[in-house]
């Protein structure tokens, strides 16, 4: 009997439909569902940073790469990129400015999105792609901005240190009446060649989204005890 393994990732939607496509390049089912999107949001950085904008007075940007042309892969950055998962596609990644004028132990990058459209009477869900590989002393923040003002936040978002060499996935609800104008990413580091964060396939939506009724499991198999699967001693073939 042949076992089919699905995985099922459940995002934002409001009355969205479900397709699922075979996804050659990461050869595995992938569901992707249709939904309402903001326009002048969303960005997979292939050709430019779609109107998301560099923070001012950082010390680290962000810089569209592609894993073929990163000569440190195997040290820093996605091995694939996420919208295509291959070498070629292209991410956004937190680098030091060079050449370094003001060297600084701790270091900052923001990146700004397009401004949010107002006068909405629904939720909007926002939604992205990050990777956090090796950065033991490196803190990704979202921040949700109030009324254009860049230097009064709270933040709505955080992870710290290392999430693994392969891409994670969230999302926030963006409330109605709150006044939010922007979404504002921010890097913080203790710098060293392995202080950066990549993003990709950032997106907004309208409508809530929807706690998923499936409990996610990511899996990459680099570890030995393969994210507790193990194989059925039943079957005809071990999975090794």
């Known amino acids: 009997m042949n076992h ?11 009355s969205a439909i479900s397709t699922v496509e075979f996804d050659q390049s990461r050869s595995v089912r992938s569901t992707k569902i249709k939904t309402k999107n903001v326009p002048g949001y969303d960005c997979t950085f292939e ?12 010390t680290i940007d962000w810089f569209r790469e592609r ?17 295509f998962g291959n070498s070629s596609g292209y991410y956004a990644i937190t680098k030091l400015k060079l050449p370094i004028s003001n060297f600084e132990n701790i270091q900052n990058s923001v990146l700004i999105s397009p401004r949010l459209p107002h006068d909405i009477a629904t ?20 921040y949700l901005i109030v009324n254009n003002n860049l230097n009064e936040r709270e933040v709505s978002w955080r992870r ?5 060499h392969h891409w994670q996935y969230d999302q926030l609800q963006i409330e109605p009446g709150n006044n939010i104008t922007y979404v504002l990413y921010e890097v913080v580091a203790e710098w060293s060649i392995q202080s950066t964060v990549s993003i990709d396939d950032l997106k907004l939506l309208y409508g809530p989204f929807i706690k998923p009724n499936f409990i996610a499991i990511e899996c990459t198999f680099e570890e030995e005890h393969i994210c507790g699967y193990s194989s059925d001693p039943t079957g005809n073939f071990a999975w090794t």
């Open 160 to 164: 710290r240190g290392d999430h693994g």
């Open 4 to 14: 089919i393994a699905v995985l099922v990732l459940l995002s934002c939607f409001l």
């Open 67 to 83: 894993s073929s042309e990163n000569e440190q892969v195997n040290i820093i950055g996605p091995i694939v990129d996420h919208t």
């Open 123 to 142: 939720p909007m869900c926002a939604e992205w792609w990050y990777m956090m590989y090796k950065s033991d002393n490196t803190e990704f923040s979202v």
């Open 47 to 58: 050709q430019h940073l779609c109107g998301w904008i560099q923070g001012e007075n950082t």
